[in-house]
């Protein structure tokens, strides 16, 4: 049984690392948020930093590194939220110097406990009375949660928000120790403010691109080996949600994959049913040509980036609720093109509909065996902008690519920027989109994904790019593939 010291936990166990706020540092603190604030819509450098914030993803799971530099041997115990009784989680024990993971969910509590010297057979961290050392703490919701034991068995507790706090602080106390030196008035304080802010800001930024960089590059090398590798699974999800389908009223699992605020990519169980598959299949067959490429001058041309054959269906929507055979049914291909909107905006707060949207795309792959050396693929590309730069009205800003035929060897979808696999199903979906609804930013590249070589046997899809901004008026091909409309091209 484990005694609780203290019966209010907070963020901190022990003595936290926070040093107290004065209220003067809090009306310090408001003006803060509001250079913050300007500072991040203002400049396009802060871009970065707002699609850095913390994840939108709804799991509890965190990890905790605990580091135990407090001299003696401890103990760490999950503490039973009801019983309070302790479960050990160290087994045995972490020596003095070591570290230890922990696999944990926001608000489980524990505690540290120190273990007597195997020598003297007393505990050294309390030398008053020679009581064992012990700390609590509870796991934040935060990100990058470091938990250290200090000698004199302190507990610090360390978070990405408590880590942005200290740094914060460190600039107001800078400024005012600044301030109270010279005669700052109140605009060269808040100036001290924003320039303390802006340069935390822009190393900030400067490392993010850097490790970016880094994760491209080895993303890059990763590609052919993910791709060639057919034992790989969808990977696993964030969280598991149900959709339920406005027409049919069948629940669908969701299963989130990558939850970013610009950049989501969820796979949707039995999305496409095979009626569906087969009414664009046979839309599809007469109109099958060699797919194309943007040109980056606003045109298109073959490329051998994408080696693959397609044909677009117009969604025929005066027959969505009849389809003229007097049976009452509806089109299944509008039925299909309804499905995929409703699930975007289910998804996305942007109320998009049919109108000017381009048609349903039939992609089909054929493999011809394992030792083509030029098979069809779609290369890694982004479907819309996944520069991180405000979205282009009219443009391209989410996918839904709907999986109808599954070649035998080859053709999964692969997202190597987030490390996120999708290994086809029948009638499954993957869902992806590259826009924070909020602030209209588009993704910085999670989302570029290819369609891996088809070796053996035939991938069929059905793709739909989505766009925001069109309209009857403002229809998709009123843009050209720079997301220039043509009538504003002609203008220069
Ligand atoms: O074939 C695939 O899996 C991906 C297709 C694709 O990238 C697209 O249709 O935009
Ligand atoms: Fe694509």
């Not at 099958?288 to 025929?316: C, F, W």
Request: aromatic residues 6%.
């Amino acid at each position: 049984m484990i005694r609780i010291i203290s019966p209010t936990i907070s963020g901190f166990g022990g003595r936290g690392v926070l040093p107290p706020v004065l209220p003067v540092l809090a009306i310090a603190f408001l003006s803060l948020m509001t250079v913050t604030t300007l500072l991040t819509t203002t400049t396009t450098t802060m871009f970065a930093v707002v699609n850095a914030a913390p994840a939108t993803t709804k799991t509890t799971a965190r990890n905790i590194k605990i580091l135990n530099h407090s001299g003696a041997k401890v103990e760490l115990y999950w503490i039973h939220p009801d019983t309070r009784v302790g479960s050990l989680m160290s087994t045995p024990h972490i020596l003095s110097g070591a570290d230890f993971a922990l696999n944990s969910y926001m608000g489980h509590e524990f505690e540290v406990r120190e273990l007597p010297s195997s020598k003297s057979g007393v505990c050294t961290q309390r030398l008053e009375d020679q009581t064992c050392g012990n700390g609590l703490f509870a796991v934040s919701e935060n990100n990058d949660q470091l938990l250290t034991v200090t000698q004199g068995f302190e507990v610090e507790f360390l978070d990405d928000q408590i880590r942005a706090k200290l740094k914060a602080i460190a600039i107001l106390d800078s400024c005012q120790t600044k301030a109270a030196n010279n005669t700052m008035n109140t605009l060269t304080l808040m100036d001290c403010i924003q320039n303390g802010m802006t340069k935390t800001l822009a190393k900030a930024n400067e490392e993010i691109n850097f490790q970016t960089k880094i994760r491209t590059g080895m993303a890059e090398m990763m590609e052919n080996y993910t791709c060639a590798d057919l034992k790989l699974n969808t990977s696993e999800s964030i969280r598991t949600d149900t959709w339920r389908g406005a027409r049919d009223h069948k629940r669908r699992n969701v299963n989130v994959l990558l939850d970013r605020p610009a950049s989501k990519i969820i796979v949707i169980d039995n999305f496409i049913s095979e009626q569906e598959c087969t009414a664009m299949a046979n839309a599809a067959k007469p109109k099958l040509h060699q797919a194309t490429v943007a040109d980056g001058k606003g045109g298109s041309h073959m490329s051998e980036h994408r080696k693959a054959m397609q044909a677009g269906i117009k969604v025929p929507w005066s027959l969505e609720n009849s389809n003229g055979n007097g049976n009452g049914n509806g089109s299944d291909i509008a039925i299909l093109s309804r499905k995929v909107y409703d699930f975007t905006n289910y998804m996305l707060d942007l109320n998009i509909n049919e109108y000017g949207q381009e048609d349903l795309m039939s992609i089909q792959y054929f493999g011809r065996g394992i030792n083509d050396t030029q098979p069809d693929r779609y290369t890694p590309h982004c479907d819309g902008d996944c520069t991180g730069l405000p979205h282009k009205t009219g443009t391209r800003m989410a996918t839904m690519v709907m999986y109808c035929n599954i070649p035998e060897v080859g053709g999964h979808t692969n997202f190597r920027n987030a490390g996120v696999h999708v290994k086809p199903k029948i009638g499954s979906a993957v869902f992806f989109s590259y826009i924070d609804p909020d602030t209209r930013i588009t993704d910085t590249g999670l989302t570029e994904h290819s369609g891996c070589p088809v070796l053996e046997g035939e991938k069929k899809i059905v793709t739909q790019w989505i766009r925001l901004g069109v309209d009857d008026d403002s229809p998709w091909d009123a843009f050209n593939s720079l997301g220039l409309k043509y009538s504003d091209e002609d203008d220069d």
